[in-house]
T-cell receptor, first 113, second 112 residues
Framework: NAGVMQNPRHLVRRRGQEARLRCSPM?????VYWYRQLPEEGLKFMVYLQKENIIDESGMPKERFSAEFPKEGPSILRIQQVVRGDSAAYFC???????????FGPGTRLLVL | AQTVTQSQPEMSVQEAETVTLSCTYD???????LFWYKQPPSRQMILVIRQEAYKQQNATENRFSVNFQKAAKSFSLKISDSQLGDAAMYFC?????????FGAGTILRVKS
């Protein structure tokens, strides 16, 4: 059973460009979570999605950030008009049901030049 | 709001010895879960152990065990017979199903 997959593993963008981060949950998992880790810090919750629905986006900035988890395909975290402060590691996690353990992907390291 | 505090930025342990990492949390919710995750230099987040708040018995996974004190809102991790491969950043986390709230982490160094 493959684990949580994230791609790309590393992404470099110039200020003002768009970043698209993809996450494929573990087989049988319909709950996806996105977290951001700034250098030397712990992970911060951004958004929680189930298939086609955003359940909790309380940790996601109101502007430039959006997330989706379509019926078919991976979950996407999209950052428009990136700024240097967006440079971080973005982790996706999945679980089979609410209150089940979240299993993490390897992360995407975003660097904004 | 929920908070998780790890008061030890860094800890060291001799190989084969035992070390305890501290964690306290604050929440007003009655139904929640607690976790310890390990992040080695690869930065992959690896689950170490999970504790349900409604369970009085402390969780154990091989060399890893927790001391869960619900009234004190304390959740420490004990690593027995420490190995070089245990060297990593350790994060304590609180969860309610919607999200995990992480502490700032403790760097564990293992000396040979």
């Amino acid at each position: 059973n493959a684990g949580v997959m994230q791609n790309p593993r590393h992404l470099v963008r110039r200020r003002g460009q768009e970043a698209r981060l993809r996450c494929s949950p573990m087989k049988g998992h319909s709950h996806v979570y996105w977290y951001r880790q700034l250098p030397e810090e712990g992970l911060k919750f951004m958004v929680y999605l189930q298939k086609e629905n955003i359940i909790d986006e309380s940790g996601m900035p109101k502007e430039r950030f959006s997330a989706e988890f379509p019926k078919e395909g991976p979950s996407i975290l999209r950052i428009q008009q990136v700024v240097r402060g967006d440079s971080a590691a973005y982790f996706c996690a999945s679980s089979p049901d609410i209150q089940e353990t979240q299993y993490f992907g390897p992360g995407t390291r975003l660097l904004v030049l | 709001a929920q908070t998780v505090t790890q008061s030890q930025p860094e800890m060291s342990v001799q190989e084969a010895e035992t070390v305890t990492l501290s964690c306290t949390y604050d929440t007003s919710e009655s139904d929640y879960y607690l976790f310890w995750y390990k992040q080695p230099p690869s930065r992959q987040m690896i689950l170490v152990i999970r504790q349900e708040a409604y369970k009085q018995q402390n969780a154990t996974e091989n060399r890893f065990s927790v001391n869960f004190q619900k009234a004190a809102k304390s959740f420490s991790l004990k690593i027995s017979d420490s190995q070089l491969g245990d060297a990593a950043m350790y994060f304590c986390a609180w969860g309610n199903g919607n999200k995990l709230v992480f502490g700032a982490g403790t760097i564990l160094r293992v000396k040979s």
